[in-house]
């Protein structure tokens, strides 16, 4: 078997998607999910210049060889757009494989290490009251596990809150993007007394989530942690930049509150200080922006030695491609922690068609040869693409923040 063929797709159902078609000499074709939200056509670039010329004529399943030589080969390491762009392709393979085999992604990871996965999704609202309602509207989904994001008091704009009473989408069109204003010190008053109440309204069983998206310094992570402890959440995620790995030092010194990191991790190298110092206790990279399965399964093996568990980032700007992939890599891992699932807008699903079950909180893996995501190309192409960027964030003095 021999690859002749590969196409980007870039199409927006909803919102906008980059997808990789791979095409071999016996009519099997792989899907791969190249989507970087806000730097969709940089990744269709270079895989349309720069990666696809180099994979032709190669063997599908020799998907080991052809992860490295895209990585190494390139000289120029890591990064988002490249590792995306690598990402798309290997998933591309392991889909190809598993149809020529006529096996399901996980059977050729090593099989099931469980029947089902555990998954969460958000709840956001613009005050308290808003967001308690989300949550008791998301516990009559089934959802056992929730994120919970609600607006600040004195915020206009907050991370994580949608615009009006529909699902949240960071990237907003134009020609430049949105600017958002941010206080610390309101949101530690605040947060604190939003996971009280929900405790108190909900009970201790719902499985509480919440994300500081990186907007806190090692102190004040330390502080939130410690004051949400009473309220037991299955974790506190990117409380802090993440490229000073050493900040987690000393946050763990301060909590017991368990902490996720990682969504924008894209290598192995980001995370390792992090895994083998014990300083996090589920690592949020995920498929797509990993690099694809190949290095996934790598990271996943090396913490599994430490104790640390998966919770791989899944927004609704990372297409169902690379949320089969996910659920194909955590059906397959021993230590699969949470699967990030927020759903998909009808028109999304119009185009893209996800063969696995979600029931009550659960998915299920789909048995489907491949990773079990399927694309209508014709139907993609009546949703162009639509130049999109997620907001800028700064402090209230005009000082630019982190986003």
Known sequence: MKIVDAKVIVCSPGR?????????????????????????????TYLKEHI???????????????????????YWRRGAVNMTAIGAVDMALWDIKGKALGV????????????????????????????????????????????????????????????DKGTYEPATTGGKPDEEIWNTEKYLAYIPEL???????????????????????????????????????FWLEDTVPAELQQNFEWIRRHTTTPLAVGEIFNTIFDCQHLITQQLIDYIRMTVAHGGGLTPMMKIAHLAELYGIRTGCHGPSDLSPINLGACLHFGTAINNFGIQEYMGYYPITMEVFDLKHK??????????????????????????????????INRLEDGTLFHW
């Not at 599908?60 to 390139?74: A, K, Q």
């Not at 949550?135 to 949608?162: C, T, W």
């Not at 102190?219 to 410690?226: C, D, F, M």
Request: proline share 5%; hydrophobic share 35%; charged share 30%.
């Open 16 to 44: 906008n998607f980059v997808t990789l078609k791979i095409e071999t000499d016996e009519g099997v074709y792989g899907l791969g999910d190249a989507t970087l939200n806000g730097r969709e056509l940089a990744v269709a």
């Open 52 to 74: 696809i010329p180099c994979i032709i004529n190669r063997d599908p399943f020799d998907s080991e060889d052809i992860w490295h030589y895209l990585y190494r080969g390139v």
């Open 104 to 163: 399901p992604v996980h059977k050729l990871l090593g099989g099931k290490s469980r029947h089902r996965l555990l998954a969460y999704t958000h709840a956001q609202g613009k005050d308290m009251d808003e967001t308690l309602q989300k949550v008791s509207d998301i516990l009559n989904k089934g959802f056992k596990a929730i994120r919970i994001q609600s607006g600040i008091p004195g915020f206009e704009k907050v991370y994580g809150i949608a615009k």
């Open 195 to 233: 996971f009280q109440t929900v405790r108190k309204e909900f009970g201790k069983d719902l499985h509480l989530l919440h994300d500081s998206h990186h907007r806190l310094s090692s102190i004040e992570a330390a502080r939130l942690g410690k004051e949400l402890e009473p309220h037991h959440l």
């Open 358 to 391: 979600f029931e009550e909180g659960y998915f299920y893996p789909s048995e489907e040869p491949g990773l079990g995501v399927d694309m209508d190309f014709e139907k993609a192409g009546n949703y162009p693409y639509k130049k999109a960027f997620l907001p």
